[in-house]
């Protein structure tokens, strides 16, 4: 496999453009489950998926789709909770916290209340130095 470098990544991220986020780990998983003889099984990109769940999580919860961000919630949880606190170079216990922190915080359906905006560091992507996969 390639070196997978998250510059780019991180960039997108902590701009909060999590639709973008979503497209960029999209366009990677793609290629990556077309050139893996796992295919979608790989462990890299079911990882790369829980990635794009908590993009979208967050994304649909900036717009105020409260049904599309709880659905990608318990997806991104899911699936990154199978991963080590670190995986690939990115620490995902914070993403882990902001994904629940954004649970525990939406309001009861049908109140017409806005999503709250999630006070952890939603918008910092962490990344052990080195990080290169």
């Given at each position: 496999m390639a070196l997978f470098v998250w510059d780019e990544l991180i960039v997108l991220w902590q701009s909060g453009d999590f639709r973008a986020v979503h497209d960029w780990i999209n366009q990677h998983w793609s290629e990556l489950v077309q050139n893996s003889i796992e295919g979608d099984s790989?462990?890299?990109?079911?990882?790369?998926?829980?990635?794009?769940?908590?993009?979208?999580?967050?994304?649909?919860?900036?717009?105020?789709?409260?049904?599309?961000?709880?659905?990608?919630?318990?997806?991104?949880?899911?699936?990154?909770?199978?991963?080590?606190?670190?995986?690939?170079g990115i620490e995902i216990i914070p993403i882990i916290d902001a994904l629940a922190e954004l649970r525990d915080i939406l309001p009861a359906h049908d109140t017409g209340q806005p999503i709250p905006t999630v006070s952890s560091s939603v918008h910092v992507l962490r990344i052990c130095s080195g990080s290169q996969l």
């Amino acid at each position: 496999m390639a070196l997978f470098v998250w510059d780019e990544l991180i960039v997108l991220w902590q701009s909060g453009d999590f639709r973008a986020v979503h497209d960029w780990i999209n366009q990677h998983w793609s290629e990556l489950v077309q050139n893996s003889i796992e295919g979608d099984s790989d462990p890299f990109a079911q990882f790369l998926q829980g990635l794009a769940y908590a993009a979208l999580a967050f994304h649909f919860a900036g717009e105020q789709n409260q049904e599309s961000a709880e659905l990608f919630i318990d997806d991104g949880l899911n699936a990154l909770s199978h991963y080590p606190s670190t995986y690939a170079g990115i620490e995902i216990i914070p993403i882990i916290d902001a994904l629940a922190e954004l649970r525990d915080i939406l309001p009861a359906h049908d109140t017409g209340q806005p999503i709250p905006t999630v006070s952890s560091s939603v918008h910092v992507l962490r990344i052990c130095s080195g990080s290169q996969l």
